[in-house]
């Protein structure tokens, strides 16, 4: 049995149960519940605050868990990263009032900072020779300039409407995060196995979040010059449509692959072209 660590409410929540779910693991999540079982694969689920993730799973508590790497680096417990799994997109900056003078990370010099995560933020200022006053508050942090606690403020953005909503603006970039999959290093063999069969569930998902499945049809005299304009996986596959002289061409291809060659395909004759998503697509 494998004990997984996700967020009990929050921002990360539904992905994590969404990548559960699609991964095949059935279990239900009734209002209220801190556990619960799988009935079909070898997994409990705990439901948590994030920021006790960490120390759960290095503490053994639970085997592995979904959290933000904010958080990882900030609670900086020993815990393997073992795959970053595409959700829950932030970055943490800093940001100052939107008329105060910015200059540079110098401008931080001897001033005032009000975060949540001061032992990344710490590292940062450390490494750029900034000695600056850390205020460790635990939310709303957006506010803390404009009611003279603090000079700046360092907190993770993902619109930035909150801190447009606040008078600031983002001046350093400290960190890009998103949600990472940890465990606890040294899993017995046993718990390994029931993790590789996770993860080769979750990077089946994950693949398939980044490509596309695209049909086209195309005149059978244009079939090798549009194959080879297609980056897909192996060959294109091509079926004969029932009108002569047209083919159907099947293939799949890296979704940022796909816009800078349609044009390329619409002037070889392709017609008729059609971009699917895929479930899960595994190599
Ligand atoms: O209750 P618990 O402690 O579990 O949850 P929490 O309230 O501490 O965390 P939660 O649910 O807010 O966030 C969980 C994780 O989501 C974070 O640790 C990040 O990894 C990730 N994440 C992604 C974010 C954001 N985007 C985000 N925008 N976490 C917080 N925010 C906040 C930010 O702090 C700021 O207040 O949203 C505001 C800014 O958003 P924009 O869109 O206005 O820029
Ligand atoms: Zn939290």
């Known amino acids: 049995m494998l004990r997984i660590a996700i967020q009990k409410s929050g921002r990360l929540h539904d992905d994590s149960i969404g990548l559960l779910k699609d991964a095949g ?36 508590v639970a085997d592995i868990g979904i959290v933000g790497e904010n958080i990882v680096l900030e609670k900086s417990k020993t815990v393997d990263t073992v795959t970053r799994l595409g959700f829950g997109k ?27 995560y001061p032992h990344i933020l710490g590292q940062y200022l450390a490494k750029n020779d900034i000695t600056a006053t850390l205020h460790d508050i635990s939310g709303s942090v957006e ?9 700046a403020i360092c907190d993770l953005v993902s619109s930035g409407s909150t801190l447009l909503m606040n008078g600031l603006r983002e001046v ?58 297609l980056p897909g996986m ?29 044009e390329q395909l619409k002037a070889a004759g392709a017609e008729g072209i059609l971009v699917t998503s895929i479930e899960k697509m595994i190599l």
Not at 25 to 54: C, H, K
Not at 144 to 149: E, F, K, N, R, T
Not at 179 to 202: N, Y
């Open 143 to 151: 506010i803390a300039p404009s009611i003279g606690l603090a000079d």
């Open 90 to 116: 932030c970055r943490l900056c800093i940001a100052v009032p939107k008329n105060a003078e910015y200059n540079g990370v110098h401008s931080l010099q001897n001033r005032r900072i009000a975060t949540s």
């Open 172 to 229: 350093e970039t400290i960190l890009k995060s998103e949600a990472l999959l940890i465990a606890a290093p040294g899993l017995s063999a046993e718990k390994m196995a029931i993790l590789q069969q996770l993860t080769f569930r979750f990077d089946a998902l994950l693949l398939a979040k980044k490509h596309k499945y695209i049909l086209m049809n195309v005149p059978n005299d244009q079939i090798a010059h549009i194959s080879g304009l």
């Open 25 to 60: 693991i059935g279990f239900s999540n009734g209002y209220g519940r801190l556990r619960t079982e799988s009935y079909n694969f070898p997994v409990e689920i705990f439901f948590l605050r994030d920021d006790d993730i960490p120390e759960y799973v290095s503490d053994g």
């Open 234 to 262: 192996r060959s294109p596959t091509i079926m004969p449509l029932a009108e002569a002289g047209w083919s159907s061409l099947h293939t799949v291809v890296a979704e940022n692959e796909f816009w800078p060659i349609i």
